[in-house]
């Protein structure tokens, strides 16, 4: 089973069975991803160990990892500029370079550089009558139905007559299409942009869906309609949305993937099985406390109850549950609505009556050691909890537009826009000032944090570290040799860099694993990198470990170094690891104290598909075998 986490470390999906074995299993799975975020292809990449991987390679090539990485990259501005050039030019290998760093293919532009009306690049395409390129700016979610202001340089662009047009004048792709006289263009940009289940039954599916309980529905659907818009669809219709991942099977009991009901050959009439595979989620705040989302999207808590472990007061709200993030001592579940809950610590953000409502829409939420920031559909955010350390985001609320991820250290958040810029707030001293490095900060691809201080890979490869400067905000010792950096992994004082080489690189808090020049000669052909407080733990392409940093607390594996092979995941603790083999057998190492001694549960480590990890313990969850 191989599972896919966002740079939050929020699982988005998980993939097994006959999937994992296709050729086209990464284009697949791009395309899946593409379905369930809502977002174009072209946006999305796909990492295993730190590294970008092609979508030529198959899950065995890459070494049968069971975890991957998803990154959504910001829209580059110099891209669509090139991507406006390419297509007046009719490049038509320049259009998909742009796309794919990625351009906007629905940014607007001016071609002659007056700024008096503006056009979309879909109507420059059809403007060249170029069928080609036109494709290729739909298949990247450029819209049909876009409507552009019309200039007499365009007819300069496209070589036509069309200069009477008035300046005043819009036109759609289709309109310009016919300006043209272009036949194809038209029938091609008609066919995308009627749906073809609207007045005419021969061309969608009337499939029958239901579950393994009996409950049935018919959903019709468009030949063209993804498989996972078309489950969204019959999850509504059938009351299960939100209960676990749900997988169509069709009459063989095969997983319909996310193309189109037409290549997937289904039929009119087919009958299809929505089968909900549901795993347990388990999030831990610092202080020891535990909350599960189950597979009916409630939630149990256990552990101090006053950091969290008690969830009694709001127990009946808790019902859908999509997300749990945890801060030092409270929690925030993000419920099916887009609406959130939180208990714990009021002063640690368990409290958010005062921005209660603001929190609607809500996508997505991260959490510092006492505040927490919640992105909203639209792109804005709502902070609460400890207003010194980003709990209280108010000047900044005319910058936070268009949010696309949010990383915190212990007392500060920064926030990646849509652009690539980076908005930051909270505790100074812990990152929450970056004016030092502002003009830095641009086309910005992600952001990893220490205690203290952040650092960011920008699309070149190249890494703009601040805040505290001996926690990693300092990174001008190393700065010649962050260069094509692939993953940035951070202790609570350190960050340790993977190289497109497999090399590392580390800078910050010695002790905690700022240096690790006494394995240096180890690192190499690194895969991915886990971190706890004060330790680094490296999986090389062999499936060992290499670990460094503070001793005693998993710095130093030696002792259990001959069973850590074949490792599939490791999780942390503050100051220990706990490893998952191949075989779903347990190895832990680090402080006794902490969960670096699971010699009492050994006997009963097996099967394990996932371990939790919270400040001094790890909770693992089991794979049960059903009878018959």
Known sequence: ??????????????????????????????????????????????????????????????????????????????????????????????????????????????????????????????????????????????????RSHMLPCTAMVAECSVAEIS??????????????????????????????????????????????????????????????????????????????KGRLLDSSGCVVHVCAPKKARLQNGDRLTLLHINRVQIQASYDGAFAAILSTGSVVTWGDAPVGGDSRSVQDQLNNVKQIQASDSA?????????IVTWGDAECGGNSRAVQDQLKNVQQIQASASAFAAIRNDGSVVTWGNAEQGGDSSALQGELKNVQEIQSSGGAFAAILGDGSVVTWGAADLGGDSSAVQDELKTVQQIQSTDAAFAAILRDRSVVTWGRADYGGDSSAVQDQLKNVQQIQASDGAFAAILDDGSVVTWGVPMLGGDSSTVRDQLKNVQWIQACGVAFAARVDDGTIVTWGYAECGGNSSAIQHQLKHVQQIQASCSAFAA?????????????????????????????????????????ILSVQLPG
């Open 1 to 146: 089973m191989l599972s896919v986490r966002s740079l939050s470390g929020n699982v988005v999906t998980t993939v097994e069975g006959a999937t994992l074995g296709r050729s086209d299993f990464l284009d697949a799975l791009t395309h899946h991803l593409s379905d369930l975020m809502g977002l174009p292809t072209q946006r999305l990449r796909l990492c295993c160990g730190g590294q970008e991987v092609l979508k030529s390679c198959s899950w065995s090539c890459l070494g049968f990892p069971a975890e991957m990485q998803v990154l959504v990259l910001p829209y580059d501005i110099e891209a669509t500029q090139e991507l406006v050039s390419a297509i007046s030019e009719e490049d038509y290998e320049g259009v998909l370079s742009a796309l794919r760093m990625p351009a906007d293919p629905n940014a607007q532009y001016c071609l002659c550089g007056c700024n008096r009306k503006i056009l979309m690049p879909l109507v420059v395409a059809c403007a060249v009558s170029n069928l080609s390129i036109v494709r290729a700016l739909v298949q990247a979610s450029a819209d049909v139905n876009c």
């Open 167 to 244: 300046e005043s004048s819009e036109v759609t792709p289709l309109q310009m299409a016919v300006l043209q006289n272009s036949v194809d263009l038209a029938a091609y940009l008609i066919q995308e942009k009627v749906p073809r289940y609207d007045g005419d039954p021969t061309m969608a599916l009337d499939l029958e869906v239901g579950l393994l309980s009996g409950k049935t529905t018919t959903v019709r659907a468009s030949l063209e309609e993804t498989a996972g818009a078309l489950k969204r669809r019959a999850e509504h219709a059938l009351g299960v949305v939100g209960v676990g």
């Open 331 to 339: 929690f925030a579940a993000l419920v099916d609505g887009g609406t």
């Open 580 to 620: 998952i083999l191949a075989d779903g057998s347990v190895v832990t190492w680090g402080s006794d104290e902490h969960g670096g001694d699971s010699s009492e549960v050994q006997d009963q480590l097996t099967n394990v598909q996932e371990i939790q990890a919270a400040f001094g313990a790890f909770a693992a």
